[in-house]
């Protein structure tokens, strides 16, 4: 049906090919028409398909995204537009206690979140939640703290909150209990190193300071051992400098740069990058982040092997042999997208007492415009490496260098990356307003809308290649009742649903929104659509699938949302969400 059948990729496995799994996932769109790189060929509507296949290709579509959607019409508004079939309800707002009585508070900007469940049960579990960013005029009212005990209660909105939350009854609200569990772990919060560059000097100051703290706190991803993954991403912007300074090159392709709108480094030494005792403080941040919830004293333990970078989130999926493999995205414009493949079964490693996410390879993406692609090794022994760093650390703590010698593809701004039923593993192209040179895998010039791509990785994740083409490209959708733009929260469930987040500027008159496509049709519906100001990010499931959680992130203040909250959405008729 494709081209691609004609491809000479090679395949070591017995999994199904890329053209396979599309034979089987007929889109309706015929995106890109006039065709650009390998993507349009891919793309069949309906009329396209014989008429037996449109009946089955049909009654997916309707029983995978069965619900009705919130009109296009009316939205923009400030109180939140849930599907007739649905219903919401906000909790755990900034400054809410993480437990009855406690004195710790929930965080500002919450991003990335994960329920685990205590028992095994949908309806009692911990959340775990990133707290990704947090405006000074909002958290202090001023946009410059005045002193340390500012710059303290800033870095104490940020990092993460574990809670423990409950429904109280079948059809109940959710509640915040009383519980072991419950911790907030912010800026000063002690953390340690592991992987390959734990001990290097880069990450070590002449001050002497142990570790701590994370930032930014952006996506997330768990793993089968059920840990939280936390990301941080735009770490440079808590830097800044109060006497003259120079970026050194390392520090300018992480944007590290004199001013910082936060302030920090007025009063926190360890912020301020002109202060020669804390030269590598920078390097400690920018890393994904391990924390067992389940083990309240544990400190988090940020994973050198996964790479520097603005990562965004990770979606870690079991590849041939019980391997970990995770896929992140280095979100700003034209940066790379990342694969990291653990040496060995993780349950082998885990008994050894080795953790998967310490040994392993990680890898950066090529798009060829054909609709293949490579993943390009970022280790000592590839000879183009070796040539330009000293050893496996440094090229771990400078990735973006290291991707940069491979000669990656640049994306428009890598977001979140899910792994569906399928295999494919989807990933959101959030925008790029300064794109001015196309190649296949970014067709559009500029992008302000963005786009959703895929890829099928060879040899059941483990494999060098991998076939591409476009799922979505937004501004296709404008116009439409299906319309979004700069998709950027993704997860795919079980069946088959792609749920889409989005972060910017919406056309047609909407604030962002949780859309539900239908992986197979392409057909996308509109679940909710959040309040002005905000952006809708973070998304975790209860396991029985009737709970979905997300949250809304920097709304405006006169809207009817209370600050930074979570979002929990259910089907009226206590169906799956997404239904
Ligand atoms: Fe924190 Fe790229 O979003
Ligand atoms: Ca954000
Ligand atoms: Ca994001
Ligand atoms: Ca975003």
Request: hydrophobic content about 35%; overall charge negative.
């Amino acid at each position: 049906m494709s081209h691609h059948d004609d491809d000479s990729i090679s395949n070591e496995s017995s999994n199904p090919s890329f053209s396979d799994v599309l034979a089987v996932a007929h889109s309706r769109r015929q995106l890109l028409a006039g065709g650009i790189g390998g993507a349009a060929a891919f793309f069949m509507s309906d009329s396209m398909l014989a008429a037996p296949e449109r009946q089955t290709h049909w009654q997916t579509r309707h029983q995978l995204v069965g619900f009705r959607p919130v009109p296009l019409a009316g939205g923009g508004g400030n109180t939140p537009r849930i599907s007739a079939d649905y219903q919401y309800e906000v909790i755990i707002p900034w400054g809410a206690p993480i437990a009855p009585g406690s004195t710790d508070t929930i965080g500002i900007g919450h991003d990335g979140m994960w329920f685990l469940p205590l028992n095994n049960r949908s309806s009692h579990g911990l959340l775990v939640i990133n707290h990704e960013y947090g405006d000074n005029i909002v958290v202090l009212g001023k946009n410059t703290p005045s002193n340390l005990n500012d710059v303290r209660i800033s870095q104490y909105a940020h990092g993460l909150s574990v809670i423990e939350i409950m429904r109280q009854g079948r059809n109940g609200k959710w509640i915040t209990n009383a519980s072991n569990y419950a911790r907030r772990i912010h800026v000063n919060s002690p953390v340690t190193f592991s992987g390959p560059a734990a001990n290097s000097p880069l990450l070590s100051n002449a001050a002497g300071n142990a570790p701590l703290g994370t930032v930014n706190n952006c996506a997330n991803g768990n793993t089968p051992w059920s840990t939280y993954l936390t990301c941080e991403e735009n770490f440079n912007g808590y830097f800044g400098a109060t006497a003259p300074w120079t970026a050194n090159e390392a520090q300018r392709r992480y944007g590290m740069a004199a001013g910082s709108g936060y302030g920090w480094h007025l009063f926190d030494a360890r912020f301020n990058l002109s202060n020669p005792d804390y030269a590598n403080e920078s390097n400690r941040f920018g890393w994904i982040v391990e924390l067992d919830p389940l083990n309240p004293l544990a400190p988090p333990v940020k994973r050198t092997a996964l790479g520097r970078m603005k990562h965004e989130g990770i979606a870690i999926v079991e590849g041939r042999g019980g391997r970990i493999v995770g896929y992140m995205g280095d979100d700003e414009r034209f940066e790379y997208i990342y694969k990291f493949v653990s040496d060995d079964n993780w349950r082998a490693m885990r008994a050894q007492g080795k953790s998967p996410l310490d040994h392993g390879k990680l890898y950066v993406a090529r798009f060829k415009d054909d609709g293949t692609g490579q993943w390009l090794e970022l280790t000592i022994s590839n000879p183009a490496l070796a040539a330009r760093f000293a050893d496996q650390a440094t090229i771990l703590v400078n990735t973006r260098l290291a991707a940069d010698v491979l000669g990656a593809t640049p994306m428009d701004r890598p977001e979140w990356t899910t792994v569906g039923p399928n295999g494919l593993v989807y990933c959101t192209l959030t925008n790029n307003t300064r794109r001015e040179v196309a190649n296949g895998a970014n067709p559009q010039v500029p992008n302000p809308d963005g786009h959703i791509i895929r890829w099928l990785d060879s040899d059941d994740h483990l494999g060098l290649t991998f076939e591409w083409d476009i799922f979505a490209l937004a501004s296709a959708t404008h116009g439409t009742e299906e319309s979004f733009a700069s998709p950027d929260g993704l997860m795919a469930d079980p069946d088959g649903r792609l749920f889409i987040e989005t972060d910017g500027l919406q056309r047609d008159g909407l604030n962002d929104q949780l859309l539900v496509a239908d992986i197979n049709t392409g057909e996308i519906r509109r679940l909710f659509e959040g309040v002005a100001g905000a952006e809708v990010t973070g998304i975790t499931m209860t396991p029985d699938r009737r709970t979905l959680f997300c949250n809304l992130q920097h709304p405006n203040p006169d809207t009817s949302v209370p600050r930074d909250a979570t979002v929990v959405i259910t089907r009226r008729d206590g169906g799956i969400v997404g239904s």
